[in-house]
C-alpha cells in the first residue's frame, strides 16, 4: 500500500481529501501544519508528499526545499490557489513533481496522483538518486546525471544486485574493451560522479552496499 503524507491546513478540504484518498487505499498520515510535516517526513518512509503551498508557518517552498537539501528525493505535489506556481517553483529550484489549483475538482487530483505514483514505480531509489532501470538512467533532483554508456551499465549491474558480490568477469560482459585495469578506471569514474561507495572485493570483483 503506497504511503501518503498530506499536509493541508484547511480543514474541509482536508477531510475531503482524505476521504477520498482513504476510499482509494492509500494509507494517510494527515497533518495541517508544516512543522509537523517535517517531523514526519524525516521520521518515516512515504510514496508521495501531498502539501498545501501556503501553510502559516513555513510554506510549501521552503518545507520542500528543506528536505530536498537533505536529500529527500519523495515525488511531491503542491496544493495551491498562487496564480503564478511555474515562475515560484523555478525560484525556489525545489523540484516539484506537479501541482493543482484550487478549487479543483477532488477526482482530479486522485487521477494526477496515481499518474504521479504509478510512475515513481518505474524507478529504483538509492540514496539521493532515482534510477530510471529501462532506459539506464541515474537522476537527481530530476536531472540526469551524465553516465557513459559502460558505467551506465555497470551501475545497473551493481544496483540490481545489491549487497551481492559481483565477479570481474561479470563486469567484462558489459564492457567494450574488458580488463582489470579498465574496470578500475570506469569503477573509479562511477564512484567519483556519484559520490557513492563500491566495495573492492579482493580477488573476486566489487559490490554496491544498501545506503
Known amino acids: 500500500m503506497h504511503k501518503i503524507l498530506l499536509l493541508e491546513s484547511d480543514t474541509e478540504l482536508s477531510q475531503k481529501i482524505q476521504k477520498v484518498l482513504k476510499d482509494a487505499d492509500f494509507d494517510l498520515e494527515v497533518v495541517n501544519n508544516s512543522r509537523d510535516a517535517l517531523k514526519k517526513a524525516t521520521s518515516g518512509s512515504f510514496s508521495l508528499y501531498l502539501l498545501d503551498v501556503e501553510t502559516a508557518d513555513i510554506n510549501g517552498f521552503d518545507f520542500l526545499a528543506d528536505l530536498r537539501e537533505k536529500m529527500d528525493i519523495t515525488p511531491t505535489f503542491f496544493i495551491t490557489s498562487l496564480d503564478d506556481l511555474g515562475s515560484l517553483s523555478y525560484r525556489y529550484d525545489t523540484s516539484v513533481d506537479s501541482y493543482i489549483k484550487k478549487p479543483f475538482d477532488i477526482n482530479d487530483l486522485l487521477v494526477a496522483i496515481k499518474a504521479i505514483i504509478s510512475k515513481e514505480s518505474d524507478f529504483i531509489k538509492y540514496g539521493k538518486f532515482k534510477y530510471d532501470a529501462l532506459n539506464k538512467r541515474v537522476i537527481l ?27 570481474k568477469e561479470q563486469f567484462f560482459e558489459v564492457m567494450e574493451r ?34
Not at 143 to 167: A, G, P, Q, S, W
Not at 191 to 198: D, G, S, V
Open 178 to 211: 574488458p580488463s582489470e585495469m579498465a574496470l578500475r578506471v570506469h569503477i573509479n569514474k562511477l564512484k567519483h560522479k556519484l559520490n557513492i561507495t563500491i566495495k573492492n572485493v579482493r580477488g573476486i570483483g566489487y559490490k554496491l552496499e544498501k545506503i
Open 141 to 167: 533532483k530530476n536531472k540526469d546525471i551524465n553516465l557513459t554508456h559502460v558505467e551506465k551499465y555497470i551501475f545497473d549491474l551493481l544496483l540490481r544486485n545489491l549487497e551481492t558480490e559481483i565477479t
